[in-house]
T-cell receptor
Framework: GENVEQHPSTLSVQEGDSAVIKCTYS??????FPWYKQELGKGPQLIID?????GEKKDQRIAVTLNKTAKHFSLHITETQPEDSAVYFC??????????FGTGTRLLVSP | ETGVTQSPTHLIKTRGQQVTLRCSSQ?????VSWYQQALGQGPQFIFQ???????GRGNFPPRFSGLQFPNYSSELNVNALELDDSALYLC?????????????FGPGTRLTVL
């Protein structure tokens, strides 16, 4: 079955810096790769997603890149702000069935 | 547009008891997926319901069961609770087509088993 690895587990940056979180997946059949932000006591919130027919997608300060050959995908946050502090999860899925999640990255943005 | 809602918010049970958790899907969505999130971990897929039928199951024992109603709301039932069942239970709804499979999560139900 699918296995998703996520690094780093914690990431501390200064406000205004960029943050990069990386994930790898094992199942070449996976074709959908969402990223979720989870704040304390809340459910995961979708922040951006990408499908296997696209190599890069950007939404304001957030971008995701996908390398299907290497089975890597990454989240890039530019101009980080304190409110970006949260736990971020990557996931991989096929069609509309189950998502397999990474273990999460705790991002701390210091003012 | 109403988002995904779950009830109750918190629940405390004792080992061996049974529990039912509820989820109302986002307006227009016909698919509900349930996930278990242990403390400090990513969500793990339990099962998915599509138009009232189970449509995929993760590596969870049969004492985890579910139901989806005609209005696409859903229930997760767990029998014979064990201490390790303590977790945040999340449901996510989606529109149930291969083209639009984005899953939107509810706030979760925090279950504590003593």
């Amino acid at each position: 079955g699918e296995n998703v690895e996520q690094h780093p587990s914690t990431l501390s940056v200064q406000e205004g810096d960029s943050a990069v979180i990386k994930c790898t997946y094992s199942d070449s059949a996976s074709n959908y790769f969402p990223w979720y932000k989870q704040e304390l006591g809340k459910g995961p919130q979708l922040i951006i997603d990408i499908r296997s027919n696209v190599g890069e997608k950007k939404d304001q300060r957030i971008a995701v890149t996908l390398n299907k050959t290497a089975k890597h995908f990454s989240l890039h946050i530019t101009e980080t702000q304190p409110e970006d502090s949260a736990v971020y999860f990557c996931a991989a899925g096929t069609g509309f069935q189950k998502l397999v999640f990474g273990t999460g990255t705790r991002l701390l943005v210091s003012p | 547009e109403t988002g995904v809602t779950q009830s109750p918010t918190h629940l405390i049970k004792t080992r061996g008891q049974q529990v039912t958790l509820r989820c109302s899907s986002q307006s227009g969505h016909n698919t509900v997926s349930w996930y278990q999130q242990a403390l400090g971990q990513g969500p793990q897929f339990i099962f998915q319901y599509y138009r009232e039928e189970e449509n995929g199951r993760g590596n969870f024992p049969p004492r985890f069961s579910g139901l989806q109603f005609p209005n696409y709301s859903s229930e997760l039932n767990v029998n014979a609770l064990e201490l390790d069942d303590s977790a945040l239970y999340l449901c996510a709804s989606s529109s149930g087509t291969p083209i639009s499979d984005t899953q939107y999560f509810g706030p979760g139900t925090r279950l504590t088993v003593l």
